[in-house]
């Protein structure tokens, strides 16, 4: 018989809306696999918003348990590679997409999926740093993977997930960090967390109708997608790179040939979803170690799964700050 457990669920309204309700829901509902794990934290990233608000390119069908990253304990393995007890992390493949995710009490993956805690992180602190942090791990790693050493990395979107732990892992990297901002007033959260500098967006994109920019950036993270990628590869200096892993402003590339055939610029491509389990395993190490924000307790926010909806109302219009980890 199956364990009873409380999740958020989101569903079609029938007027083209959607809305999330706190459902009892039973393991037996759970899809095939190899782990149960009881979850004990999760977080909020910013396609757990859309899949909540009904975006068909992250979750196709519906009623649907957002939640696209869990930590807890496995409750049952069937396959031998964990024991009862064992903590755990999953966050990506299609967990929170089309299998029910961490906004449940209860998860069943493919044992594929599951990672043993990292060493140096208690389970909220894996959370904390979730596939936000695994991504900016992953953007930070694309640019020394292309030789970068210090010099100034601009990071858009940088008070967000992504972008804060990404100015963290830059400056314990030895880069100065330029966080590209709309919200000027958190000037003094974003120096906290490893911004060397900071700038308006509107001073970051100025100037952006032109072909090419004035080379002002050894490198770059961005998250935001539409004309900020697009100024930040007009703006890096010769022979640098940029890591582009989002689309918060815009999935569309306006942008010529320029930066890439007249400055050498290379454009990373950052996926934390699918990424093979060598890359994850290692980046996960160094989040646990040289990697983990110092400020991770002051950049996260808990709360449960009653507090969701308001939080995944800031997202979505861009008021959110920092991580938020969901208690269950
Ligand atoms: C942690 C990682 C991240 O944060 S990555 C960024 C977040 N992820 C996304 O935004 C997902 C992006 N993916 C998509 O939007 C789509 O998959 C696509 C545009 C890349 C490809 O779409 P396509 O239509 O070619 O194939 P799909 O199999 O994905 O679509 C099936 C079905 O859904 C409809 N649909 C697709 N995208 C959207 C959308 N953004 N909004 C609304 N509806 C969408 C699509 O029309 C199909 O509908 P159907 O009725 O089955 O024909
Ligand atoms: N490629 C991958 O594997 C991953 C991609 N992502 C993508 O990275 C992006 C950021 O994700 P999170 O950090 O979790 O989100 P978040 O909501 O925590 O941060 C987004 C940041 O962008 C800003 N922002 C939002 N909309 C904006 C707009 N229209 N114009 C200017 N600034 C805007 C917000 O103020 C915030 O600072 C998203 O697009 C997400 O889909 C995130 C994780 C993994």
Redesign the pocket.
Known sequence: MGIGFRAYVTSENGDGTYSGRITERSTDDLPAGEVLIRVRYSSL???DA?SASG????T?KYPHTPG?DAAGEVAKCTDGSFREGDMVIVT?YDLGMNTPGGFGEYIRVPSAWVLPLPAGLTMKESMSIG?AGL?AALCADGLLHMGLRGGQIAVTGATGGVGSIALSILAAEGFSPCAVTGKPELEPFLRSIGAASVISSADFTAGSEKPLMKPMWDGGIDVLGGNALASMLKSVKYGGAVSCC??ALS?ELPLNVFPFILRGVSLIGID??ECPKDRRIKAWSRLGGKWKPAGLNELTAETDLGGLDEKIKAMLTGRAAGRTVIKL
């Open positions: 990233n910013y396609k859309l975006n068909k390119g992250v196709k696209i990506g596939t991504t989002g689309l999935p934390s979803v």
